[in-house]
């Protein structure tokens, strides 16, 4: 059972391939207009900024009418069965909603019903966690959540819902270990276990479900997620902070302000580069662009995990150099990859962003100018600072 | 499903030729695998380390000499950027225009971040500009101006306008999320209405003469955003001034949601949207002090309301679009 029609997303895939075999001169006008024909799409067609604002709106729109009802009815809500049946009612009433907009009106992940669908999972959350007597463990609330929010991810197929879903079900892992006396030495090791099973078997589900292609959106950002965990819980960064941050402290003693060596360090050590660099081999092998990101990503992160440790230079120089390695070895392999090598080409792709890679470099040049002309440690200009120069990645 | 299956699916159909899916079949099969924008990022992010990690050196102490050879290696780099980026130029055309080489437009920013490095240690050390600090924000904000016209350059379009809104005293870093300024003062909100007037009004000017019309959109971006925040800060800081700066937002937003239609680039729509409902729900509150029922109610209405504006808007798009079609 599922909330859109399995059908007409079929179809939609089928048109944006068609539409770009057209725009590569593969086919013709009438030929896509034929496929047009065969292949309906009935969904609301809607610009991407229409959407947010809709979601936000929406979004504000439930807040107002939720807040409304219960100053409406004060007095009724007050004990914890009555609210929580409350909240379960409201999620009903959601659940009804998205399905008139749906039916009526054609929606398809046009923002509206995006919200909906998120608010009427977590009202329903709410009435479960009300209802639950009040020291149930953390770890047990957060293993309840995730049957029913796959559960609304499985009818509808969204995404964020996944996203809490997956989230629920590493926060019951990590609160629950957290119980035990062995469980933060265990911790990295049971994360990376889980994650790398996970991405398994979503991989595998992938391509046997029948309606995979319902879920995936639902699928795709899932594996990002789980491979993300995958390396994070491997680093050593990661996991000497953590550890640090999470160590019982003695009562009135301060929090070393070092996070205190780890056990087995050489085997993160070792996990902070490995796990990039089986990302980044999968990613050349495969040609499967998440794991080249990852690996790319995988590699700065691993990169800066050293420089955090062991700070051999002072970070102007060690800025400049890596600066320097890195515009040196893009200038190499995109003059490298003007013939394709290995089916791999530096000539873009008809699908990629373009506009989004364009004004992302324009908004980050922007926060580097902004960064650069606050920097004088001058009494004008306020106290200087590294500020944006990095953009974010990895340092 | 891969495009294999869908290429297979549409031959069943009669909707693709035996030859041409045999063709498109072998071309699917062998199809590269773009590298392009993994590889711009990397060197989009090599250039920022590289160039806030020069901005650090120049402010270390070294001795003398070792500091004259830093200034001079920087000076060196910063010129060679340059004229790298000047040596595979692109030639002078008002429309859209693309650099000789795939890495001018990086030699460009980073001949530009260098720049500004040294221009700002220069004021530092010697104040060449003297007290007239002004001036050094605004001699950036002209030098990129000039240069994101002449090669053709959001990006650097894009530190222009940035230099230009420090002028007036503005310091944006959109990454991060970061806007400091002190719109308190009343003479920083008239600097920035004024300046986004100007500027708005050039851009629209010089779409009009077809003078890189593409950039409109850069410009709308960033200085609708100092122009909307503007007003927003009068209608919130500014007492006496309240209602004409809730009358001056009314018209801009107006005023973007007409453009946003017109152009079909609806980002310019839910500024509007978004800025406006900002206002409107501050007045709400200010003048009319509802109580909890009154607001909440509100918030309903306003936030539905605003759901089907925007979905509506979507729609008379569209019809447009398919006249635009049969014509």
């Not at chain 1, 004008?380 to 990645?393: I, M, N, Q």
């Not at chain 2, 007036?168 to 308190?184: A, H």
């Amino acid at each position: 059972m599922k909330a859109y029609s399995t059908t007409h997303i079929h179809n939609r895939t089928i048109r944006q391939q068609a539409d770009r075999w057209q725009r590569e001169g593969f086919l013709q006008a009438d030929q896509v207009n034929a496929i047009r024909q065969a292949y309906p799409v009935p969904f609301r067609d809607s610009n991407v900024f229409a959407e947010i604002g809709a979601f936000v709106f929406t979004g504000i729109a439930v807040g107002g009418a939720y807040a409304l009802i219960m100053l409406l009815m004060t007095g009724l809500l007050d004990n914890s069965v009555s609210f929580g049946a409350f909240n379960a009612l409201v999620s009903l009433g959601l659940i009804v909603l998205i399905y008139n907009l749906i039916r009526r009106y054609n929606f398809y992940r046009n923002g509206p019903d995006n919200v909906l669908i998120v608010l009427a999972a977590s009202f329903l959350l709410t009435a479960v966690n009300v209802v639950l007597p009040n020291d149930t463990a953390l770890w047990v609330r957060c293993l309840l959540a995730v049957p029913i929010l796959l559960a609304f991810a499985a009818y509808y197929g969204d995404v964020i819902v996944t996203f809490m879903a997956l989230l629920a079900f590493y926060a019951a892992i990590f609160t629950a270990l957290l119980e035990l006396s062995w469980g933060r030495a265990a911790l990295p090791f049971v994360l990376m276990g889980v994650s790398l099973g996970l991405w398994l078997l979503i991989n595998r589900t992938k391509n046997r479900l029948p309606d995979s292609i319902y879920y995936a959106d639902a699928f795709s950002m899932a594996e990002w997620l789980s491979l993300i965990v995958l390396v994070a819980a491997g680093n050593y960064f990661v996991v000497r902070e953590l550890n640090g941050l999470l160590a019982e402290i003695e009562p009135g003693q301060p929090r070393p302000t070092i996070a205190p060596q780890i056990s087995l360090a050489w085997l993160f050590w070792i996990l902070t580069f490995l796990i990039p660099g089986v990302f980044a081999y999968l990613g050349f092998i495969r040609k499967d662009r998440m794991f080249v990101v990852l690996g790319i990503l995988g590699f700065g992160a691993a990169a800066s995990t050293v420089r955090y440790y062991y700070a051999w230079l002072p970070l102007s120089i060690h800025l400049t150099l890596v600066g320097t390695a890195l515009i040196g070895g893009s200038v190499l392999v995109i003059r490298y990859l003007r013939q394709p090598r290995f089916g791999f080409t530096d000539v873009p792709d008809e699908e990629s962003p373009r506009q989004f890679f364009l004004n992302a470099e324009t908004l980050s040049i922007m926060s580097a100018t902004g960064a650069t002309m606050n920097r004088q440690p001058d009494m004008k200009f306020g106290g200087g600072d590294l500020g944006g120069g990095g953009a974010g990645r990895g340092y | 499903m891969s495009p294999k299956e869908i290429l297979n699916q549409l031959h069943q159909q009669g909707l693709v030729s035996g030859d041409q899916h045999r063709i498109m079949a072998d071309i699917e099969a062998q199809r590269p695998f773009s590298l392009h924008w993994e590889l711009r990022s990397i060197l989009y992010v090599g250039i920022l380390l590289l160039s806030s990690g020069l901005g650090l050196l120049i402010y270390e102490n070294y001795d003398n000499l070792g500091h004259l050879i830093i200034l001079g290696g920087i000076g060196l780099l910063c010129m060679a950027a340059y004229g790298y980026a000047w040596y595979v130029r692109p030639p002078w055309t008002p429309a859209l225009t693309q650099s000789q080489s795939p890495f001018g437009d990086y030699a460009l920013v980073l001949g530009c971040l260098l720049f500004l490095s040294l221009e700002g240690y220069a004021q530092y050390e010697y104040t060449i500009f003297g007290t007239r600090y002004g001036l050094v924000t605004f001699l950036p904000a002209i030098l990129f101006l000039g240069l994101a016209y002449r090669f053709d350059h959001r990006g650097v379009l894009g530190m222009g306008l940035t230099a230009l809104m420090a002028w007036v005293g503005v310091t944006v870093r959109p990454l991060d999320l970061y806007l400091k300024t002190n719109f308190f003062d009343a003479r920083v909100i008239y600097s920035a209405l004024a300046l986004s007037g100007l500027v708005i009004g050039a851009a629209l000017g010089l779409q009009r003469q077809k003078i890189k019309p593409h950039f409109t959109f850069t410009y709308l971006l960033v200085i609708g955003n100092l122009l909307l925040v503007a007003l927003l800060a009068g209608i919130f800081n500014l007492d006496n001034l309240r209602l004409l700066f809730a009358v001056g937002l009314a018209v801009a937003c107006v005023a973007f949601d007409f453009y946003a239609r017109r152009e079909q680039s609806f980002l310019f729509g839910l500024m509007a949207a978004v800025y406006g409902y900002i206002g409107l729900t501050y007045l709400l509150y200010h003048y009319l002090h509802p109580n909890e029922y009154v607001f909440t109610f509100y918030l309903l209405i306003s936030g539905g309301a605003l759901v089907v504006y925007l979905l509506k808007s979507e729609r008379v798009k569209e019809r447009k679009s398919v006249v635009r079609h049969s014509d």
